[in-house]
Each structure stands twice: as structure tokens, then as C-alpha cells.
């Protein structure tokens, strides 16, 4: 049955994550976005805490779904629950959000590619009594969208049966935290095979501390300044064989399996890019309807177009893009959550995701004039907060790729 | 919970209905438009369907409880068909789904079981007025009383079937709330005037129709002596015209999919070029964030919830936009061919610029 009812965890979820929103990421929004590369450890320490003791936050589990006391399975909603989460802080500050402790996309990685053994020995760490990071680490600077393109290379040394990786990765998103701050691990695609593209493309783990591999640099961002965007340098970096993601029977052989899994991985991670493009949007909107309030202006619901005025006629396109956009979201996560295959859906929510919340911030400092461009409010930050959500997990341009082979029936060889 | 799943019985009617709209509704559609006529047999086949049927409890006649869910779900396939076609069946919904919300119990003994238990007839209402300025909650139709009696004056257009119709709901402001009031056709001070010729929807017929102090007994206001609100009829007319966006948005990006596939340019399928695959793509996602917006402010109105007139109206708007995008870049993507009345693009795209002032000529 066709239904938009928010499930109970789910509601009592967010009015705590709400609190945390208000008390701990509003009122220091402006100062970590002022002073880059500082580290919101009042925030990360207190969600670590939290998220240990209720076990949120982290990906859903490929475990049974949960039985109720007559026994009849309970439906899974660890994506609807994670999205919500997202949603939630990043209407806090999304740059704050980046660096919430947990698994982050490494433990996506993990998830969507590893054993289950694997999945134990990588993720345990997270749930341990100090906070730990995760980040996946995937461009290079000649390769962005087209990730098979990558140059980071892993040589299997049968001797010591370890891996060998050397290269340079760009823009991994919380790499620094995640190698220097706690006991983290960061999961580095690289090729086996310079020659086979796609096929030779795997997921190697790597942990905080592993000798040789460093952080060489932290951008300077336009947006999300408090989460750090690193550059990792990979030189004769030694992990042992079972840090390759993935049964041992495919990943010596030559097929797109790896590049399959962190397809893989984005189908999972995508929704959620658009559940945080979302929260920004609507930290926008609520503010920029408050503020219009206060100068008497209210936005007459119900009307014609054509008798609406202009700020109206905005405010109500901006609330259906946003309306329309988390509900994309939803479906996506819970066509996830119920093991519904999902790419088209996943892509869609990342597109709008991303579309909107640009068009919705750009708007809103536009609406409030000289006020609105002033850093004084904090429209302009979300203005350039956003705009990453339209570049990050796949670019809106990727991801509407995705979107027409899909409706298309087109692999990636029919379209380009 | 949420779920965008529907139930067996929905799929089950969907399926119904969109094997009309595949076998009866989209072959019909074409001559239809160009001869500006529906045949009889067409839509009296499409209320065979029951939609309107199985959305009345048994005791007005019908077999089952309203659900805009279900109508949305219903009107989506159906204008994937046809829009005109789908309108001229949904016709004596206009006049019986306001006195099953709204009507006393009078009202709805009186009238909805001869409509929903016999064949097609045309029953409708009037709410539209011809004015740049046309504000639903703000009409020039004016009601005033007079004794037992109302009198009714002012001009409305877009009255689907309004020559032949029996019966119909005029809407009128009453000290300047929108109310409906019950009005057998033919009475003194009604003048119908000549079919109107409109950018779209040629097939159905639709006149103006003036009110020169027309006279009303005061049982026929609807709810009663104490009239009702106007706020949940309004929210089904969105609902309806954002369902009917959908469908007809929905046909011409298949449409255009089938088209750029199968068009062959420097030596590929144009779908295969990104210009054109961008496109569609980003109708796709429209069309899908609209059709989710629009289920959820059905489920709004169908529970109770307080949001639902707003959301209907924001899924409404939202749908009117993304219908007139999705329609323009169909006829854009067979480029020369979207021009020409042989392929049916160029006249979704008119229905397409319809959807932001047609609501009113259905409910859901």
C-alpha cells in the first residue's frame, strides 16, 4: 500500500538528531567555516558517543530483517533511517556532518564489496571506544568521473603474500581524519593491471597507521570547510593479501567485478548525497521564509500562478523541488532497504539532490538582496556549501548518464 | 511505513485501465483531435471501467471506499491514452465526487446512485470563469440570497458536456466563500453559449455558460443549510489535473525514447548522443519527482493530514511545470517530425501548456 507515514524510529530519531543540530552545529557553523581544517571534536566526540549507544548511523548490515513477537518479519528501514540522519545534520552544517565519526564511505566500501569476515575485522574498529574514520579513495588527478582511468597501481609480492600500492589519490574526502586522528582505515581503488581498465580495478584497505602512505595535502574548499579533502601519496605501501576486497576466487581474475563494486557501493551512497543536498536546501528555505516573515512577507499558498508575485512564485517552485527531491530520496533508500535493485532511482535522487539544492541556495541569496550576499546570515554559506552536492559521489552529468542508459535500456558501450 | 508499492487491487484496476487507454483511448485518440469529437462508444466503455463506481460505497450505489490514491493512480493511465477521453470519462465525477465529499445525506441519496449505477451520462460542473484573474477561492459568480432561494450570477467557461448535461455544480462566492451549488440544467436565466475552441483537448466539448439571476432553492446549496468547505474539492481538483499531467508527460517521453532510439544520425541512434540522452533523462527524473509528490499528498488528503491542501497544490504546480517541460522537449527530440500532427507529441505539448488552468474540469 502506497504510503508517506515516517516510521517511529524514525521520528524519535530526528528530534534527537534535531537537537544536535540546533545546540551543537549552528552555533559553531560559522566559526569551522571560518577557520579550515579545525576539527569539531566537541560534535564528533558527543555523535560518537551517541551513535555507539544507540547504533545508529551505520549502513545497514546485510543481516536478516528483524522478527516482531509474532514472529512475522519486521520490514528493514537502516536506509530510510540513515537517510533521515543525513537529512538531519546537514541541515545542522553539512561540512560538520562530513566529519561525523563511523565508517563513512570506507565502510560502504567495505559493505558493498567485502566478506563478511571482512566486514568484522574492517568495521569493528568504529564502534570501539575511541572515535575512528573512515574514506574511500578513488580520484586521481587525470581521473574523476572516468574512474577507470585510474594509475594507482597494487602488485601482489608473492613472497610475503602482501599487496605493493604506489600512486597518488586526490579529494578523498575525510582521508586526513582517517589516517592521522584515531585508529581509521581508508579504502584505495588501484589497478592490477595498467592494461585492463575497468577489469583490473580493486578495493584495498588500508589502515591508519600502515607505513607508506602519507597525506601530502588539505584543499582549501569553497564549501564544507570543515571536512577535510585530502591528498594521499601511496609509496611502496605494504598491506597484507586479505586487505583486497572480496572473495579470493575473483580478485585475481580479470573481470569487472571491482569496478562493478564500487558501482556497487554508489547505488548505496548516491541516495544519501541527495538526502544531504536535501537537508541544506531546507535549512535555506525554512530561514529565508523566516526572514521573509519578519519583513511581513507570507506566501500565499493555493493561489493561481499568474496572482502570485514574484517572491511567492519562487518560494512555492523552490518548496516543490524540495518536497519532490527528499521523496525521490525516500523511494531510493527504500527501494534499498528492500532489496529492490535501484541504480535509476539511486542516480535520480543524486541528480534532483543536487539541481535543487544549487538553484534553492542561489535563489535565496538572490531573495534577500544585499542581506542575503552578506556573511552575516548564513545563506551564502549553504550557497557554497551545495554546491559539491552536485559534483561528489558522481557529478550531476555522471549521474544523468546513469539515469538514460537506464531508461534507455543502453549499456555503457551504446552511450557514451 | 512508507511504501511506494500499491495494492493488489490498485494493480489490479491500473491494469484495467491501461489496457483502455493501450487498446481503446490512444488509437482513438488522433481523429479524435482532429475532428474535434469523442465517439460515444469510447467513453461509455471507459466508465464501464467502474473507477468512479468502485470509489462509492455501496450504499449510494457503488462498490467500494474513495481514495484519491487510487484515482491518482487510475487517472495517470488513463491520460496516457488520452487526455480528452480521459476528461469525458471523468465528467460525471465533477458533479457526484463534490456530494460524496460535501453533500448532506439528502443530497447524496438523491443524487448519486442514478449516475453511478447506470451507463455514462453527462453530469458536470462548472467553476472556471474567463478571466486572466480566474481564482478559485475568489469567484465573480456571485450567490446571493433571496428568500428560500439563491440567486445565481456570473459567466463560467470550460464546462465539459455543459449543453447536454442534466444536472451540475455551480460554484459560486457566498459573502466570499467558494461554495457549490446543485443546479438542474435548462432553468430560466441559464444561457449556454457556442462550443469553445481551445489550444487543446479538442475532442472534448466544453462551453461558457452565463447566470443571469438564476434561481435556486436553498436545499440544492451543497451540505446543506450550512454549506460546506470548499478547501477539500479544491485539493481534488489538483489532484486530478496533476494525475492527468502525469500521464500525458508520461506518453510523450516514451514517445520520445521509442523515437530517439530508433533514429538514426551520423552513423548512431540519436539517444545515443548525450544532448538528447540529458534530456530525457532529466524528464525522467521530473516526471518521477512529481509523480512521488503527487502519491504523497493523495495519501495526504486520503488520511486527514493538515499539509494536504498544500501539498496538493505544491504537486499541482510542480506537476503543471514539469508537464509543459516533458511535452516541449518531446516535440524538441523528433525535432522537424514533433511538428507534424502525424506523430502525437506536437498535441501533447498543447494539453502540456493546459494542465497550469485546467483545474476544475476533473476531480479525483
Request: aromatic fraction near 8%; glycine fraction near 10%.
Amino acid at each position: 500500500m502506497i504510503e508517506f507515514e515516517a516510521p517511529k524510529p524514525i521520528t524519535q530519531q530526528s528530534f534527537v538528531l534535531k537537537t544536535v543540530a540546533e545546540n551543537m552545529m549552528r552555533p559553531v557553523s560559522r566559526y569551522f567555516d571560518e577557520n579550515e581544517h579545525q576539527i569539531p571534536w566537541d560534535y564528533i566526540n558527543f555523535m560518537h558517543m551517541a551513535m555507539k549507544a544507540t547504533g545508529a548511523g551505520s549502513l545497514a548490515p546485510k543481516e536478516a530483517p528483524k522478527k516482531d513477537a509474532e514472529g512475522k518479519e519486521r520490514p528493514r528501514i537502516g536506509y530510510q533511517m540513515l537517510a533521515f540522519m543525513l537529512e538531519m545534520l546537514s541541515w545542522g552544517d553539512v561540512g560538520i556532518y562530513l566529519c561525523t565519526p563511523g565508517g563513512g564511505l570506507g565502510a560502504a566500501a567495505v559493505q558493498a564489496n567485502g566478506t563478511p569476515e571482512q566486514n568484522v575485522k574492517f568495521l569493528t574498529r568504529f564502534g570501539e571506544e575511541k572515535p575512528a574514520f573512515g574514506a574511500m579513495a578513488m580520484t586521481e588527478s587525470q581521473a574523476g568521473s572516468d574512474t577507470s582511468a585510474i594509475r594507482t597501481t597494487a602488485v601482489l609480492d608473492q613472497e610475503k603474500n602482501q599487496w605493493i600500492l604506489n600512486g597518488e589519490k586526490i579529494f578523498v574526502t575525510g582521508g586526513q581524519k582517517s589516517l592521522e586522528e584515531g585508529n581509521g582505515l581508508v579504502v584505495v581503488w588501484a589497478t592490477i593491471d595498467l592494461t585492463a581498465g575497468r577489469a583490473g580495478m580493486r578495493p584495498f584497505v588500508i589502515e591508519a597507521g600502515t607505513p607508506g602512505i602519507q597525506v601530502t595535502k588539505l584543499e582549501h574548499k569553497m564549501g564544507i570547510r570543515a571536512s577535510d579533502t585530502a591528498s594521499l601519496v601511496l609509496q611502496d605501501c605494504r598491506v597484507p593479501y586479505e586487505n583486497i576486497l572480496g572473495s579470493p576466487e575473483v580478485v585475481q581474475e580479470k573481470t569487472t567485478t571491482g569496478f562493478k563494486g564500487a558501482m556497487a557501493t554508489f547505488d548505496a551512497t548516491r541516495p544519501l548525497i541527495g538526502a544531504t543536498a536535501v537537508g541544506v536546501a531546507r535549512a535555506t528555505l525554512e530561514l529565508l521564509k523566516e526572514l521573509l516573515a519578519q519583513q511581513g512577507i507570507t506566501i500565499r499558498y493555493g493561489l493561481p500562478r499568474q496572482k502570485l508575485t514574484s517572491i511567492e512564485r519562487d518560494v512555492i517552485d523552490m518548496e516543490v523541488m524540495l518536497r519532490s527531491s527528499w521523496l525521490l530520496v525516500i523511494k531510493a533508500v527504500w527501494m534499498a532497504d528492500n532489496r529492490k535493485s535501484n541504480p535509476k532511482e539511486a542516480s535520480m535522487s543524486k541528480v534532483r539532490g543536487g539541481d535543487i539544492v544549487t538553484k534553492i541556495t542561489q535563489k535565496a541569496v538572490e531573495i534577500m538582496g544585499p542581506l542575503g550576499y552578506s556573511r552575516d546570515l548564513l545563506l551564502e554559506k549553504w550557497f557554497r556549501d551545495a554546491k559539491i552536492s552536485d559534483i561528489y559521489e558522481g557529478t550531476g552529468q555522471i549521474n544523468r548518464l546513469i539515469v538514460a542508459r537506464n531508461i534507455l535500456g543502453y549499456s555503457g558501450r551504446d552511450l557514451r | 511505513m512508507y511504501s511506494f508499492e500499491p495494492t493488489e487491487e490498485q494493480k489490479m484496476l491500473i491494469d484495467t485501465v491501461a489496457r483502455y487507454a493501450h487498446s481503446n483511448l490512444r488509437p482513438a485518440s488522433h481523429d479524435a483531435d482532429e475532428e474535434g469529437q469523442l465517439p460515444i462508444n469510447l467513453i461509455k466503455k471507459g466508465w464501464e471501467l467502474g473507477v468512479l463506481q468502485a470509489s462509492t460505497p455501496e450504499i449510494y450505489g457503488g462498490f467500494g471506499e474513495h481514495s484519491s490514491v487510487t484515482g491518482v493512480l487510475a487517472a495517470e493511465e488513463m491520460a496516457w491514452g488520452d487526455l480528452a477521453g480521459s476528461l469525458a470519462v471523468m465528467t460525471p465525477g465533477l458533479f457526484a465526487l463534490p456530494i460524496l465529499f460535501a453533500g448532506s445525506e439528502d443530497q447524496k441519496n438523491e443524487h448519486l446512485p442514478p449516475i453511478v449505477e447506470g451507463d455514462w451520462s453527462p453530469f458536470t460542473a462548472a467553476i472556471i470563469e474567463p478571466r486572466y484573474d480566474y481564482d478559485p477561492n475568489e469567484l465573480k459568480t456571485i450567490a446571493t440570497v433571496d428568500g428560500d432561494s439563491f440567486l445565481l450570477s456570473g459567466e463560467k467557461s470550460y464546462v465539459p458536456f455543459a449543453q447536454e448535461a442534466k444536472n451540475l455544480i455551480v460554484y459560486a462566492s457566498l459573502n466570499g466563500q467558494t461554495q457549490g451549488f446543485i443546479v438542474q440544467n435548462g432553468l430560466a436565466g441559464i444561457c449556454i453559449g457556442e462550443p469553445q475552441k481551445l489550444l487543446g483537448i479538442h475532442a472534448l466539448p466544453v462551453y461558457s455558460i452565463k447566470f443571469d439571476g438564476v434561481r435556486i432553492p436553498s436545499k440544492n446549496r451543497l451540505g446543506g443549510g450550512n454549506g460546506h468547505d470548499f478547501s477539500p474539492i479544491l485539493a481534488a481538483n489538483w489532484l486530478a489535473t496533476s494525475a492527468l499531467a502525469l500521464g500525458v508527460s508520461k506518453a510523450a517521453m516514451e514517445y520520445a525514447i521509442d523515437y530517439a532510439k530508433d533514429r538514426d544520425v551520423f552513423g548512431v541512434k540519436v539517444a545515443q548522443k548525450q544532448s538528447i540522452a540529458f534530456m530525457l533523462a532529466e524528464m525522467a527524473t521530473e516526471l518521477e519527482a512529481i509523480r512521488v509528490l503527487t502519491w504523497e499528498a493523495a495519501w495526504m488528503m486520503d488520511t486527514g493530514k493538515v499539509d494536504g491542501y498544500k501539498e496538493a497544490y505544491l504537486a499541482y504546480t510542480g506537476a503543471a511545470d514539469m508537464a509543459m517541460m516533458v511535452t516541449d522537449r518531446a516535440v524538441q527530440i523528433l525535432g522537424g517530425h514533433g511538428y507534424i500532427r502525424e506523430h502525437p507529441v506536437e498535441k501533447w505539448m498543447r494539453e502540456g501548456r493546459g494542465f497550469a488552468m485546467l483545474s476544475g474540469m476533473a476531480i479525483i
